[in-house]
């Protein structure tokens, strides 16, 4: 158990270097003072350790010795500035970092054990992460009153050095996301200071994922994010903000105000999924309307956004590249998007089978039905409607109904007809008409026209007719 080594290690460096002090710092200390406050226990995932008054090289030899005794891989870090790694357990001594250039890695890294905690916290982003814990004895160390900004949920930053980083600000909109926090004026002021130009995509995808996936509350970052000027970095998100809809279907107000609730309830509703599944729907609930700043009129009285839905799809695509490489996820997102309302409009038409085959491989491989009414159901939820106050989703239980009796809920309609098929029973070569005539076939099997081998091969043995020469 994690805990346990850290607490061994404590116990271990502190009776080889006395006078020494370890201090349990970061997520794991945070994670215990909001599980005191607020009652509810995050996991352990790592442990950090801060070592004072041990100089870098004298805790790399401890540290091996410890680490050979214990049957544990020690891995050095940051050699020059004493960071450590002994599976998910980091230990370090404190550090000075002096910024050398704009961007998020342009700094000087420097450890000097013999710095206080203090000085060392107030090197941190927010006081809610400047807390230190001793493991032995219990001892809370705050000097900037991280735990009763919790019980304020308030987050403010600890000082002047906060301005060094701007990935401070997008930390600060996922802990508003994921603790259900608000942020002080100066602490937002200070943001809006900052600009995430020299931003890597990779750390900016890693801070939009925490805020989209790891809390009930990504409403809460979002509005910060407009609030300081940020979202003009992402204006596919900045156009929405304004864009009117009608009162009749959306009486909470326009469709930044909608889009904030929307990705509220797909929180809420894949929070116990797996963490592909999370970024899926919330990721599509996020840009699930990108497409109304282009297609929203005036007209016989109510505003309309026709289309919107196949709209989305390009301002979805230039978002994401901002935000992350991923390939698998944009196309995942993509097809939400482009299909988010067909969950509704197939339920009203009372559509057969054939349309819900035809809408399952529409998704695949990317996501599928069972994604796809999440993401609805939180567009359906993300509004004040009196049906969507009482929750209840009449379309999205009826597309999964049918869709689990089809066996299409969670995957593409599989072809029954392959090309061996072809070879074995038409004695065709393998060739460019396989692959046309394999289309047809899933066509034919999608509109029900056979639903078995032996109706395929019937299928087959009217529309291609036997080689001349059978394939051995």
């Known amino acids: 158990m994690i805990l346990a080594l850290a607490q061994d290690l404590t116990r271990f460096l502190e009776a080889r270097f006395p006078g020494s002090q370890v201090v349990a710092v970061g ?98 982003d927010f006081t809610i992460n400047s807390m230190g814990l001793h493991l032995l004895t219990g001892e809370w160390l705050d000097p900037f009153h991280g735990r009763l900004h919790l019980d304020q949920r308030r987050l403010q930053h600890v000082g002047p050095a906060f301005v060094e980083d701007p990935l401070r600000v997008l930390r600060g909109a996922q802990f508003l996301a994921r603790f259900n926090l608000s942020m002080t004026p100066e602490t937002e002021a200070l943001c809006s200071t900052l600009t995430p130009e020299f931003l890597s995509r990779e750390r900016i995808e890693e801070e939009f994922d925490k805020l989209l996936t790891k809390g009930l509350y990504p409403s809460l970052g979002l509005e910060m994010l407009r609030r300081i000027g940020w979202l003009k970095y992402w204006p596919e998100l900045a156009a929405l903000v304004g864009v009117p809809q009608d009162a009749e279907w959306h009486p909470e107000g326009n469709v930044w105000v909608h889009t904030c609730m929307v990705v509220d309830q797909a929180a809420r509703l894949v929070h116990r999924a797996s963490h592909e599944v999370r970024r899926r729907v919330v990721y599509g609930a996020l840009c699930h309307d990108l497409g109304k700043p282009a ?83 939180a567009d359906h939820f993300g509004r004040t409607t009196a049906e969507a106050l009482s929750y209840q989703d009449p379309g999205g239980e009826w597309l999964l109904t049918q869709a689990q009796t089809l066996a299409v809920r969670d995957n593409p309609l599989q072809p029954i007809l392959m090309g061996r098929h072809l070879i074995e029973y038409r004695g065709l070569k393998p060739g460019p008409q396989f692959k046309n005539i394999l289309e047809q076939a899933l066509e034919a099997q999608i509109e029900g026209k056979f639903l078995d081998l032996a109706g395929a091969l019937a299928w087959l043995e009217v529309r291609v007719p036997m080689a001349d020469t059978a394939v051995s």
Request: hydrophobic share 40%.
């Open 27 to 124: 997520g794991y200390v945070r994670d215990l003072a909001i599980e005191a406050t607020f009652g509810y226990r995050l996991p352990i995932k790592d442990i950090d350790l801060e070592v004072y008054r041990v100089d870098p090289e004298s805790l790399r030899r401890a540290l091996h010795d410890f680490a050979r005794k214990r049957g544990q891989e020690l891995v050095e870090v940051g050699k020059s500035f004493g960071v450590f790694k002994m599976g998910d357990l980091d230990v370090a001594v404190p550090r000075r970092e002096r910024q050398n250039g704009p961007r998020h890695q342009d700094f000087v890294v420097m450890g000097d054990p013999d710095m206080s905690f203090e000085q060392a916290a107030a090197r941190r």
């Open 295 to 377: 297609t929203t009129v005036f007209e016989e009285g109510h505003w309309r956004s026709r289309g919107h839905d196949v709209a989305g799809e390009e301002p979805t695509r230039h978002l994401l590249q901002r935000i992350t490489e991923n390939r698998d996820l944009t196309e995942a997102v993509v097809r939400l998007v482009v299909n988010h309302l067909h969950p509704h409009m197939l339920h009203h038409q009372g559509a057969g089978p054939s349309a819900i085959r035809r809408l399952a491989n529409r998704l695949a491989p990317f996501t599928n039905i069972r994604e796809l009414v999440l993401c609805a159901r």
